[in-house]
């Protein structure tokens, strides 16, 4: 088993930034992909960024490419995602979520581990 919690969100301006962390504890031994999603209003949620659990392979949504980074410490057991450049459009509840495996999942369905999410709201 795995805990994920996340931190850093919060009301930014458009073109402003924010840095989301996620820290995992439990079962930190093994080999996990980690990921961010988000889910807006009214809408499915979706996948932002996974990075492999070596770090070195990264995914990212078309809709982030440029934008957002996925980063790891394995040494602090928590995942990053630095969003530059933020618009309204990026505005909802941002999850982490992780799955052990050497692989690296691009649904939902592909993960078991989820955090409790962290709201970031893109305004002026």
């Known amino acids: 088993q795995v805990q994920l919690v996340e931190s850093g969100g919060g009301l930014v301006q458009p073109g402003g930034s924010l840095r989301l962390s996620c820290v995992a504890s439990?079962?930190?031994?093994?080999?996990?992909?980690m990921a961010w999603f988000r889910q807006a209003p009214g809408k499915e949620r979706e996948i932002v960024a996974a990075?492999?659990?070596?770090?070195?392979?990264?995914t990212s949504a078309d809709s982030v490419k440029g934008r957002f980074t996925i980063s790891r410490d394995n040494d602090k057991n928590t995942v990053y995602l630095q969003m530059n450049s933020l618009k309204p459009e990026d505005t909802a509840v941002y999850y982490c979520?992780?799955?052990?495996?050497?692989?690296?999942?691009?649904?939902?369905?592909?993960?078991?581990?989820w955090g409790q999410g962290t709201q970031v709201t893109v305004s002026s």
């Open positions: 990075v492999s659990w070596s770090g070195g392979s990264t």
């Open positions: 979520a992780a799955k052990q495996t050497i692989l690296l999942p691009q649904y939902e369905s592909g993960y078991d581990y």
């Open positions: 439990g079962r930190t031994d093994r080999v996990y992909a």
